[in-house]
C-alpha cells in the first residue's frame, strides 16, 4: 500500500540534544499525525494536526502541518532516554479516512 | 485518551492451526476499526477496516477468508487467524475510531499488538 516519506531512517543522538524529523508525500492529506511505538507495544499518538499551517507542542513536542498539505514536522527539544523508540508519521483523508504510515524514524539517544 | 485492549499480548500456535485475537474499545463507543500487521523493524501496514455490522472492507492482497473478521458490537472486533503457517507469524495491531453522533475530526486509539509465532 501506499506509505508517506518519513525522514531519518534513524538518529543517534546525546541526552539533550534537540531532534528535528519529517514526512511528506505526493498527495494532499487533511490530517497529519504522529506517533510513537516501543517495542512490543501500539503505536501511542503524540500530536495530531488538522489544519494546514497549524503548529502544535505537547510537552516537549512540537510538530507542525505544512502550508501545502503535503508535509508534516515533529520537533523534540532537550531528548531524555525515555525517547527512544520509533516515530511514524500518518496521513489521513478526510475526518473517516484510513491512516497512511510512514516508514518511521528510529530514535536512539545516549545518555 | 481512550482505551483500546487487545487480547492475547502474544500467541504461540501450531501450524494448520487458527487463532483469535480480540480488540475492545473499553471506553468508546468504535465506528470503526482497523486491523494492521507490522513486520519487524517496518512500519504497519492496513489489512482490513471493519464497520460494526456490516463487512470487513480487506486490503488488496489480503486474503478475507484466511483473516477473518468480525465486529459484532461498538466495542469489539475479532481477527482469526485460519489455518496458520510459519509466514503469519508477525505483529498484528487494531485500532478503533471514536463514533460521533456529529461526524468531525476522529482520531483513532491502537491497541497494544499481539505477537502471532506460528511453529
Known amino acids: 500500500g501506499q506509505q508517506l516519506n518519513q525522514s531519518p531512517q534513524s538518529m543517534f543522538i546525546q541526552e539533550g540534544e534537540d531532534v528535528s524529523m519529517n514526512c511528506t508525500s505526493s498527495s494532499i492529506f487533511n490530517t497529519w499525525l504522529w506517533y510513537k511505538q516501543d517495542p512490543g507495544e501500539g503505536p501511542v499518538l503524540l500530536i495530531a494536526?488538522?489544519?494546514?499551517?497549524e503548529l502544535t507542542s505537547n510537552g516537549r513536542l512540537t510538530a507542525q502541518f505544512g502550508i501545502t498539505r503535503k508535509d508534516s514536522f515533529l520537533n523534540i527539544s532537550a531528548s531524555i532516554p525515555s525517547d527512544v523508540g520509533i516515530y511514524f508519521c500518518?496521513?489521513?483523508?478526510?475526518?473517516?479516512?484510513?491512516?497512511?504510515f510512514g516508514k518511521g524514524t528510529k530514535l536512539s539517544v545516549k545518555p | 485518551g481512550a482505551v483500546v485492549s487487545q487480547h492475547p499480548s502474544w500467541v504461540i500456535c501450531k501450524s494448520g492451526t487458527s487463532v483469535k485475537i480480540e480488540c475492545r474499545s473499553l471506553?468508546?463507543?468504535?465506528?470503526?476499526m482497523f486491523w494492521y500487521r507490522q513486520f519487524p523493524k517496518q512500519s504497519l501496514m492496513l489489512m482490513a477496516t471493519s464497520n460494526e455490522g456490516s463487512k470487513a472492507t480487506y486490503e488488496q492482497g489480503v486474503e478475507k477468508d484466511k483473516f477473518l473478521i468480525n465486529h459484532a458490537s461498538l466495542t469489539l472486533s475479532t481477527l482469526t487467524v485460519t489455518s496458520a503457517h510459519p509466514e503469519d507469524s508477525s505483529f498484528y495491531i487494531c485500532?478503533?475510531?471514536?463514533?460521533?453522533?456529529?461526524?468531525?475530526?476522529?482520531?483513532?486509539?491502537f491497541g497494544q499488538g499481539t505477537r502471532l509465532t506460528v511453529v
Open positions: 494536526l488538522y489544519k494546514a499551517g
Open positions: 471506553d468508546f463507543q468504535a465506528t470503526t
Open positions: 500518518a496521513g489521513q483523508r478526510g475526518s473517516q479516512g484510513n491512516l497512511i
Open positions: 485500532s478503533a475510531r471514536l463514533h460521533l453522533i456529529v461526524v468531525g475530526n476522529t482520531e483513532a486509539f
